[in-house]
Nanobody, 114 residues
């Protein structure tokens, strides 16, 4: 499984940004996909993800502001981020879980700053 993330960049507090992650390779082995982030001095942590059953999980800190969605025809997962805060600044990673292995995209930097 290969994951290609795009989006990210610099945005002012209160602004919006979207990320996308396209999966390729053995996509039929994927059980779930989602987004994680790693801020300065922090460990990588879940932001939002689809479970194997198709439901969604969100970190408490992003509930109501971030939305994860997907386009199965394009094998792509999106993360729509609104009302961004400086504490959302992090490298965002796309993740795919096959039930056996974790796969990670290359990471994309999101900086929220005025």
């Amino acid at each position: 499984v290969q994951l290609q993330a795009s989006g990210g960049g610099l945005v002012q507090p209160g602004g919006s940004l979207s990320l996308s992650c396209a999966a390729s390779g053995d996509i039929f082995s994927i059980n779930s996909m989602g987004w994680y982030r790693q801020g300065p001095g922090n460990q990588r942590a879940l932001v939002a993800a689809f479970t194997a059953g198709g439901s969604t999980n969100y970190a408490d800190s992003v509930k109501g502001r971030f939305t994860i969605s997907r386009d199965n025809a394009k094998n792509t997962v999106y993360l729509q981020m609104r009302s961004l805060k400086p504490e959302d600044t992090a490298v965002y990673y796309c993740n795919a879980w096959t039930g056996v292995n974790d796969y990670w995209g290359q990471g994309t930097l999101v900086t929220v700053s005025s």
